[in-house]
């Protein structure tokens, strides 16, 4: 009678392990799912950046190309300014010269 006493409360203590134990397995379940959510976003935000730093990277590429055609184009603008300049000059002195020959004749 002891024994089946003793065997009663070791099956009340054993029951009452296993739903502990699966409270905390259901638990672990919830929590592992969890985590799961948060990596599975993060991992897609940081896809998202990596794509948003390929555009950004692009971007600024093609700013650098323009910026150096810019250049180009004011240095061609430059030269372009100096050579009429120069012309101008050439164009005046003989203007110049042919007066003073003109007023010496």
Do not use: Y
Request: hydrophobic share 40%; aromatic share 0%.
């Amino acid at each position: 009678r002891e024994m089946a006493k003793a065997n009663a409360r070791a099956c009340e203590r054993a029951s009452s392990a296993r739903d502990i134990a699966k409270a905390d397995a259901f638990e672990l379940r919830r929590q592992l799912k969890t985590l799961h959510d948060k990596c599975t976003r993060q991992e897609s935000q940081v896809s998202d950046a990596i794509r948003a730093a390929e555009g950004l990277k692009a971007r600024a590429e093609a700013a650098e190309a323009a910026a150096e055609h810019a250049q180009s184009c004011v240095m061609a603008a430059t030269e372009c300014e100096a050579t009429k300049q120069s012309e101008l000059v050439d164009r005046a002195r003989r203007e110049i010269l042919d007066a003073r020959a003109s007023v010496s004749a």
